[in-house]
């Protein structure tokens, strides 16, 4: 069922605003507000996901007990826009647009410098101590010292072009199913990046013998995946227990694992409240199970990483996506390209723990 985005008398004026930015002859502040007017309409669209992300990531953080951060809704309904939108563009927009969100779940955001292409994660301890003080003695010094990671701050970008026809008959229907593919690419190419580096990190891992392996005793595919689970967390959480990410004995962590291993996976994880029949062995440990498609992250579905989300796992994004406006006279193609720049890397990738499936 199509969601109304904005009024649908508002249409024409999205038109009138592509047509005035592509008219030599136009008065050039009216130019100028026609340029600002598509792009404020075409950017709060593209990152609407963006800021529902933030507010599923919120409740996902805050809550007691770690919820499953799935795909999310990328449709849009008028109360989600400013009035400065609403004034200028109407749409019938589907509901059908979601995005792969897990990798921003075990990330943290961190501040980044503007005039820096780069952004810092300790990579080891700066070996602070406390320490019993005779009468008089001073106080210890530590300065920032040890190792750290930098992180390079790159850019994407795309464009958009809108023909002469597009704009000349009033096509809305393009408009909107260029902007969702548009918007599903910025996206995906994010969630690509993100989960490119964490499955390095796991493979680091698996080269050092740093790994868990399935459980190869008797039991059904639920008892064994059970046991591989439980083991897989006291591997991870006894590797961590002396680095300063907080306390260790019942860290949450979140499993990353492919849909196709959904019906075994959420089976097990139900145990602490439902055993299977005939079974005592249950999931008592909290992990949270966040499903994705995306072969970036897990190339092999048979092969799941379990992760201590956030610490030395950082990204930074700079400013928001910036747009620049242009029209080919040869063509009567007028584009409008999008850019941002986005950095993430994991600073200890002993934070990220192969757990073999199958």
């Not at 605003?17 to 009216?30: V, Y």
């Not at 647009?97 to 897990?102: E, K, L, Y």
């Not at 530590?142 to 023909?163: C, H, N, R």
């Amino acid at each position: 069922m199509p969601e109304l985005l904005v009024k649908e008398e508002k249409v024409n004026e999205f038109f009138d605003a592509l047509e005035c930015m592509r008219d030599r002859n136009a008065d050039k502040e009216k130019q100028l507000q026609a340029c600002v007017n598509v792009n404020k309409t075409i950017a709060h669209f593209v990152e609407r996901p963006k800021r529902e992300m933030k507010k599923q990531l919120q409740a996902f953080r805050n809550s007691n007990k770690m919820r499953k951060l799935q795909a999310y809704n990328g449709g849009v309904t008028s109360g989600d826009l400013p009035q400065i939108i609403q004034d200028n563009i109407s749409v019938l927009m589907d509901s059908d647009v979601r995005i792969d969100g897990a990798h921003k779940a075990l990330f943290d955001f961190t501040q980044s410098v503007e005039t820096l292409d780069y952004f810092e994660i300790a990579t080891l301890s700066n070996g602070i101590k406390f320490k019993k003080l005779a009468e008089g003695e001073k106080v210890p010094i530590y300065g920032m010292t040890g190792d750290w990671l930098q992180v390079p701050i790159e850019k994407d970008g795309a464009a958009l072009a809108f023909s002469e026809e597009v704009i000349k008959w009033r096509k809305i229907w393009r408009v909107v199913d260029k902007l969702k593919e548009f918007r599903f690419a910025h996206f995906k190419k994010e969630a690509n990046d993100f989960g490119t580096l964490l499955s390095i990190a796991g493979q680091l891992g698996v080269s050092a013998g740093y790994f868990q392996a399935f459980d190869s005793a008797s039991g059904t595919a639920e008892e064994k995946t059970i046991r591989t689970l439980n083991a897989g967390y006291v591997k991870l959480t006894q590797k961590l227990k002396e680095r300063p990410y907080g306390d260790m004995t019942r860290p949450e962590v979140v499993l990353v694992a492919s849909p196709l291993k959904s019906d075994v996976l959420d089976v097990a994880l139900n145990t602490l409240i439902q055993p299977t029949a005939g079974s005592k062995l249950r999931i008592n440990k909290p992990i949270t199970v966040l499903y994705s498609w995306n072969e970036k992250l897990l190339p092999d579905p048979n092969k799941a990483l379990m992760v201590l989300p956030g610490r030395r796992m950082q990204w930074t994004e700079q400013g928001t996506m910036q747009n620049y406006n242009y029209a080919d006279p040869m063509s009567l193609m007028y584009a409008t390209a999008y850019y941002n720049w986005h950095g993430e890397g994991i600073g200890d990738s002993d934070q990220v723990l192969t757990v073999n499936l199958a």
